[in-house]
């Protein structure tokens, strides 16, 4: 993925680059669909659709991305050779290179899902992904890059990522971290020295059938060390379903929104962490009767302090959805 953003940096030199022309450069692997540069120096994809096509689109602009449809494009290579045709172009708009190299990233993931000339109907299916994601970016985090770069450690530390991210919750408000419809996981992370973690009362009591495990992490933040994109990157490296690059990086998205660029500056202690996780079955963790609680009284939360108490007994843990992680 690094050699894209390569590839866009290289762009920036070549010539000529005006309204009527486009400086582009050809992507490892795909033939028809070109990479190029704005007059702004952001990059731009020119996506080849089947010429047959005749549905028509209305164009999106957005605060970061603008998609234009069936324009007639003047594109010339690095070696001035001129190339004309009708492309889909994906623009970002903004001069951040953290943003620039996950544009580039992203987009490129989309592009291998497509043929080398697509029907316009399937580019549109890829097109709305990408516009639901950086739609993300204009809204507040839901839950602070520790919590995120925790959750992204425990895939990272696990014995099967891939079932681990199809077990991710869909929205950062769900219930639990990780839920595969039997078994549930849910991180908690502090930068306390003690392993004290904040719990809901109904977060404890998962559904009758279900396995709950509860896994603690430590964290201390650094001035240099792992990043949430440098954990995912280390997850993407280890997956065998390549097609859960774009989740994982749908659910970065949604969880940093206006944060996404800050997460880059912060870091955090990788082995300390991997050091200090450990794993508690929920029913060993002390919690407040349920029963003694006034109907009427809503949303009961405390913090628990877990030093003290038992953890899990890896060799007895049955769960399709825990032992992917132990």
């Known amino acids: 993925m690094q050699n894209i953003f390569k590839i866009f940096q290289d762009l920036k030199n070549e010539s000529p680059r005006n309204g009527d022309s486009f400086a582009i450069a050809t992507l490892p692997t795909i033939k028809n669909h070109k990479l190029g540069i704005s007059l702004n120096g952001q990059p731009m994809f020119f996506i080849k659709c089947d010429e047959k096509t005749k549905a028509k689109s209305l164009d999106t602009n957005l605060e ?19 190339e004309e045709g009708i492309y889909t172009i994906i623009s970002l708009k903004s001069d951040s290179d953290y943003l620039q190299e996950y544009f580039l990233k992203i987009v490129f993931v989309l592009l291998k899902n497509l043929t080398e000339q697509p029907l316009l109907k399937d580019l549109k299916i890829e097109i709305e992904k990408l516009i639901n994601l950086f739609t993300k970016f204009s809204k507040p985090a ?8 925790a959750e992204l450690l425990i895939i990272e530390q696990s014995k099967k990522p891939d079932y681990l991210i199809k077990s991710w919750h869909n929205a950062t408000s769900d219930k639990y971290d990780f839920n595969d419809g039997n078994d549930k996981i849910e991180v908690k992370s502090t930068t306390k020295s003690r392993r004290i973690h904040n719990f809901s009362l109904e977060q404890l009591i998962p559904n009758t059938k279900s396995k709950l495990i509860i896994s603690s992490i430590l964290t201390i933040e650094t001035g240099t060390g792992t990043s949430v994109f440098d954990l995912v990157e280390l997850i993407e490296s280890k997956l065998k379903d390549q097609n859960l690059i774009y989740r994982i990086n ?4 949604s969880t940093l929104g206006k944060d996404f ?43 628990c302090d877990l030093t003290d108490v038992r953890t899990a007994n890896k060799t007895r843990i049955k769960s399709k959805l825990h032992n992917s992680m132990f």
């Open 64 to 82: 970061f991305i603008s998609v234009q449809f069936n324009r007639q494009c003047q594109l010339i290579n690095n070696k001035g050779k001129i």
């Open 142 to 149: 839901l839950k602070t890059i520790q919590g995120l770069w």
């Open 261 to 303: 660029e800050k997460a880059f500056d912060i870091y955090f202690d990788y082995k300390f962490s991997v050091d200090s996780i450990q794993h508690y079955e929920s029913v060993e963790i002390p919690t407040i009767n349920i029963s003694s609680i006034p109907s009427n009284i809503l949303n009961v939360r405390f913090d």
């Open 250 to 253: 749908e659910m970065v998205a």
